[in-house]
């Protein structure tokens, strides 16, 4: 009955390799995002997707990719991964572009060597 | 200046207790406010929205004040598990921004 699940948990990686985090919502929901938080804890969007286009691309490296399949799914795909990428990763969904309440997933630890 | 400021914290208080917590934005085009909780290690969900007429729910106390830029949560009759961070969110053009949070830690 999860609401919105992320894939993997946890993920340890070597610099330079090349990562996906999947994210799944079965709420129904219009609009999906990816929040980055850092060491510091400061929680920092990084897209947003409306029915699987792009609405909110914040300044991130373009080695980082998001995409939308369909409207349950977001996947975050980074390229050549970089020690300071080391953070949780949080999908979240909400029903619609200017809606309130936004869900989130439980988090993707990524820890690159 | 970051969009959204919040109580540096941490803030250590003893069950019973009742604690405020601030927030203050820079966007005056923010356009709706919330409160949300995250447990260690945890995602973040969400407590209370923030309404211009100030609103309650429970213990928890959420007020606005949009000439003044600020949003408060005041927490009464603190519980042990209440300990958790509170982050002051503001959504505008459909764009949330989060503040760092405040840790609360509620001890017996």
């Known amino acids: 009955d999860t609401a919105v699940s992320q894939t993997p948990k946890y993920l340890v990686t070597q610099m330079g390799n090349d990562k996906s985090i999947k994210c799944e919502q079965n709420?129904?929901?219009?609009?999906m995002y990816w929040y980055k938080q850092d060491s510091k804890k400061f929680l920092k969007i990084m897209f947003s997707?409306?029915?699987?286009?792009?609405?909110i691309n914040e300044t991130v490296p373009n080695r980082f990719s998001p995409k939308s399949p369909d409207k349950a799914h977001l996947n975050l795909h980074i390229n050549s991964l970089e020690l300071g990428d080391s953070a949780v990763y949080f999908c979240?969904?909400?029903?619609?572009?200017?809606?309130?309440?936004?869900?989130f997933g439980p988090g993707t630890r990524l820890t690159v060597l | 200046r970051k969009e959204v400021e919040q109580d540096p914290g941490p803030f250590n208080v003893p069950e019973g207790a009742t604690v405020a917590f601030n927030c203050t934005y820079s966007n005056s085009a923010s356009q709706s406010f919330f409160w949300y909780r995250q447990d260690c290690r945890k995602e973040p969900k969400l407590l209370m929205s923030v309404y211009s007429s100030g609103n309650e729910d429970g213990r928890f106390t959420a007020q606005l004040n949009r000439a003044s830029q600020y949003i408060s949560l005041l927490i009464r009759d603190s519980k042990l598990s209440d300990s958790a961070t509170y982050l002051c969110v503001v959504n505008r053009a459909n764009d949330m921004r989060f503040g760092a949070g405040t840790r609360l830690t509620v001890k017996p």
């Open positions: 979240a969904s909400s029903l619609a572009v200017s809606t309130d309440t936004q869900y």
């Open positions: 997707y409306n029915n699987k286009e792009l609405i």
């Open positions: 709420l129904g929901h219009d609009t």
